[in-house]
């Protein structure tokens, strides 16, 4: 793809467990934002992180940036059955617009 | 929870029929946006604003028009619908300046039969 990857495609884990997804990308970026989505319904804002800063962290959520590799990775720690959701990157570029990943779908069993 | 509105949420219509899309923010966002996403794909922009009058094709082509007269409606319009217009249809706006991070709405359903 000419967005970007993210991976794993699918993600299937028990309650408790941490969850870790990878998003890679090809052009240079302002940021990174994490949003997830609930069964096809609108996107919801998780976390942004800008290309200067390396680590962020809201909640159980921690997001790492590398931009010499081009790759951002979400974990989200100690899942719950809530978190059962998609997950999707999406990068700021210099147009000012959002260009959104394949997405990772994580199912959380209780 | 955003302040961005789409209607219908669900529209099953035939073939040849125009068709418009409700969107509204009550966030005086300047930047609005509209996406389609086939079920379990990736979000394709198909049209931006920057503000009033201001209307642009996005990266993925689609037959569909848009119209910003005022701030905070964003309204889509697809003349002569066609099965292959069938797909999940979200509206999103954003905050100039702010990181961009954008707010959803809750999507429009559209099924051509």
């Known amino acids: 793809s000419q967005q970007g990857e993210e991976d794993p495609q699918a993600l299937s884990i028990q309650e408790g467990e941490n969850a870790t997804m990878n998003c890679s990308y090809k052009?240079?970026?302002?940021?990174l934002q994490w949003y997830r989505q609930n069964s096809g319904r609108g996107l919801v804002h998780l976390i942004l992180?800008?290309?200067?800063?390396r680590e962020k962290h809201s909640g159980r959520l921690r997001v790492t940036l590398d931009t010499s590799k081009k790759s951002s990775s979400l974990l989200i720690t100690a899942s719950r059955a809530a978190d059962t959701a998609s997950y999707f990157c999406?990068?700021?570029?210099?147009?000012?617009?959002?260009?959104f990943g394949q997405g990772t779908i994580l199912t959380v069993h209780p | 929870e955003a302040d961005i509105y789409q209607t219908p949420r669900y529209l099953v219509i035939g073939t040849g029929k125009k068709i418009t899309l409700e969107c509204s923010q009550t966030m005086g966002h300047d930047k609005m946006y509209w996406y389609q996403q086939d079920p379990g794909m990736e979000l394709h922009l198909i049209h931006y604003?920057?503000?009033?009058?201001?209307?642009e094709k996005g990266d993925l082509s689609s037959e569909s028009t848009v119209s910003r007269i005022r701030t905070e409606h964003f309204p889509l319009t697809l003349e002569s619908a066609r099965p292959s217009h069938t797909s999940q249809y979200l509206c999103a706006s954003s905050d100039m300046g702010v990181g961009e991070t954008q707010y959803f709405g809750p999507g429009t359903r559209l099924l051509v039969l």
């Open positions: 052009t240079s970026i302002n940021n």
């Open positions: 604003s920057y503000g009033v009058n201001s209307t």
């Open positions: 999406a990068r700021l570029t210099s147009y000012g617009k959002l260009t």
């Open positions: 992180i800008r290309s200067n800063e």
